[in-house]
């Protein structure tokens, strides 16, 4: 693929709602950042909408294409729900990437919402496990934290990492939180109290985990003849790729390698013409802290193994070699599941047009890895100004 | 073709299928090879095998009893997860040999017939 074709799609606009245990219901989440996002565009020159929401049990709702629509006052645009689990939100500015990239139309716009904590824990618990594996994994009651606990169990003894080493993840995007105002959770954590939390699905603890969260994303792409309209900075979306892997962690001959973050961050790359070391600021799919390791080392910035000691030696915290999650990531910016890959991309356009107030980093390329089920859809983003 | 796995389960068999190319098997089995899509054939799983990962559940909708014990076993060459019964956290490493245990299920649940894991012998 040609450098020149992936400069076709930019980023002009995005709004983000306050992530946290909100009243609102999840379409006015999207009107609060739909709001933000149309600030400093003409929003009734979008002409497509694409809606991430990974489940309608929590408030009884699909045909979200449609509502988004209605609310922002684009009836009779092309409109409607795209769905990977956690993966949606990146799933849907994907899919608005390939509406303007085909030519098909100028401006689009992708949404990722989820409205969660109208349901209790264990209804939640119970939601999310429909992305796995209905024999293997539903059938046994191996819910999603059980997964990654289960890719944790084995990298650690793999590898030799501790369960001290995946609190130090937690406790980096928690501090990095606290410089967020739009984060779910604001509280500076320790590696003790990380590990003296109570068990979700042992070696995995509360603070090795997201939360249950509620928000809402907007991004909005177009051509770029229609981005001069809006911006003389827009953000260039380099590459935006998907890869997928089995549903059930069983089934993969290598546990601890996410196969398809890193089938999707090798196409990524090739677009981009970049390589891991290009990349200056990454934003991962940290669901619950293994993950965020595991990441590390499918992109290419630490080798096989090793992703646990580049967070052991600070790498990743702002000023480090490659800042992960500066916005706190899932763990503590919050995780409504299908809101968060935009939430990611909101992050990164913060940061590279320099909005990011006290967590602001120096970077011009930066990277999203956005994932659904465990790591089962793996969408990649690659970003610049 | 969980059908099948699930009727083979009731006779007291584990169905898995293998590849014909490039010899990859899955569970439950499926025609197509999942890796490279070339057709598959049956192949009959050991019962006895060793653990290759293992969690507590603390938290789940799914079962009034927690906590509970899960594994992923590998039994010859294919990959069976499944819930430890007789085990906590602390009784299980990795490499530990596990069986499968098949059971009847009541007439009126969904199931016929389901597994669990015995921990039948600790590595250490
Ligand atoms: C970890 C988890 C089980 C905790 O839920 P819970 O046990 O019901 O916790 P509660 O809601 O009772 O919260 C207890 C306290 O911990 C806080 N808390 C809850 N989850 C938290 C988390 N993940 N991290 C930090 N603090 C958390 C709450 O704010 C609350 O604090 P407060 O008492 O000061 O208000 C739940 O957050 C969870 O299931 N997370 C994973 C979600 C998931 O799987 N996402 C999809 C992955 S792809
Ligand atoms: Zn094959």
């Known amino acids: 693929m040609e450098n020149r074709d992936a400069s076709l799609c930019y980023i002009v606009a995005a709004g983000m709602s306050k992530i946290g245990k909100r009243e609102e219901d999840g ?6 950042a739909f709001n933000e996002a149309t600030n400093t565009i003409e929003p009734r020159d979008i002409e497509a909408v694409y809606v991430g929401v990974q489940s309608e049990r929590y ?14 006052g684009l009836l009779m645009r092309e409109a409607y729900r795209v769905e990977a689990c956690a993966a949606a939100g990146a799933l849907a500015l994907h ?8 030519g098909l139309y100028k401006v689009a716009m992708a949404v990722g919402l989820e409205k969660m904590t109208s349901k209790n824990t264990e209804e939640v618990t119970d939601s999310l496990m429909s992305a796995s594996d209905y024999y293997l994994d539903q059938l046994n009651g191996i819910t999603i934290p059980a997964q990654y606990a289960m890719l944790a169990r084995r990298y650690m003894h ?32 320790t ?36 981005a001069r309209r809006y911006t003389d900075t827009p953000v260039r979306i380099l590459a935006s790729t998907v890869s997928s892997d089995t549903l059930s962690i069983s089934q993969r001959r290598d546990l601890t390698w996410p196969r398809a973050v890193h089938s999707a961050a090798e196409k990524a790359y090739k677009q981009a013409r970049l390589k891991p070391s290009d990349i200056q600021l990454a934003e991962v799919h940290d669901c619950f802290t293994i993950n965020e390791i595991l990441l590390y080392e499918a992109l290419g910035f630490a080798p096989r193994g090793c992703g646990y000691i580049l967070a052991r030696e600070g790498e990743t915290q702002r000023g480090g070699k490659i800042p992960v999650n500066t916005s706190g990531g899932l763990k503590a910016r919050g995780h409504p599941v299908g809101a968060s890959g935009l939430a990611q991309i909101y992050e990164i356009c913060q940061q590279l047009t320099k909005q990011a107030g006290k967590r602001q980093v120096d970077a011009e390329k930066a990277i ?6 465990v790591n089962s859809t793996a969408v990649v983003h690659v970003l610049a100004v | 073709m969980s059908a099948e796995f699930l009727s083979a389960l009731c006779e007291g068999r584990i169905l898995a299928s293998k590849c014909g190319e490039c010899g990859s098997c899955s569970l439950p089995p ?41 594994a992923i076993a590998e039994l010859g060459e294919a990959r069976l997860p499944g819930i430890v019964r007789n085990a906590r956290y602390e009784d299980i490493a990795i490499g530990d040999e596990i069986e499968v245990i098949i059971e009847k ?19 250490r």
């Not at chain 1, 408030?59 to 922002?72: D, N, S």
Request: glycine share 4%; aromatic share 8%; proline share 6%.
């Open chain 1, 158 to 189: 793999d590898f030799g990492a501790k369960e001290e080493d995946l609190c130090l993840i937690a406790v980096k995007n928690h501090e990095n939180a606290l410089y967020n105002p739009k984060a779910h959770i604001q509280r500076r954590i």
């Open chain 2, 30 to 70: 499926r025609r197509r090879c999942p890796e490279c899509g070339a057709e598959t054939g049956y192949v009959e799983l050991p019962h006895r095998g060793r653990i290759i990962t293992y969690s507590e559940i603390h938290v789940s909708a799914s079962r009034a009893e927690l906590p509970y014990v899960v």
């Open chain 1, 368 to 373: 999203a890895v956005n994932e659904g089920g």
């Open chain 1, 191 to 226: 590696v003790e109290e990380c590990m003296n939390s109570r068990p979700v699905a042992r070696p995995l603890k509360l603070l090795d985990s997201a939360p249950i969260s509620d928000g809402a994303v907007v991004v909005v792409v177009a051509s770029e003849e229609a």
């Open chain 2, 105 to 123: 299920r009541p007439s009126e649940s969904p199931l016929s017939c389901w597994y669990f894991f015995r921990l039948t012998k600790q590595k």
């Open chain 1, 59 to 72: 408030e009884h709702q699909i045909m979200y294409g449609a509502l988004v629509a209605e609310r922002a």
């Open chain 1, 27 to 32: 379409v006015e989440l999207f009107v609060e």
């Open chain 1, 95 to 102: 899919t608005a990437y390939m509406a303007v990239r085909s």
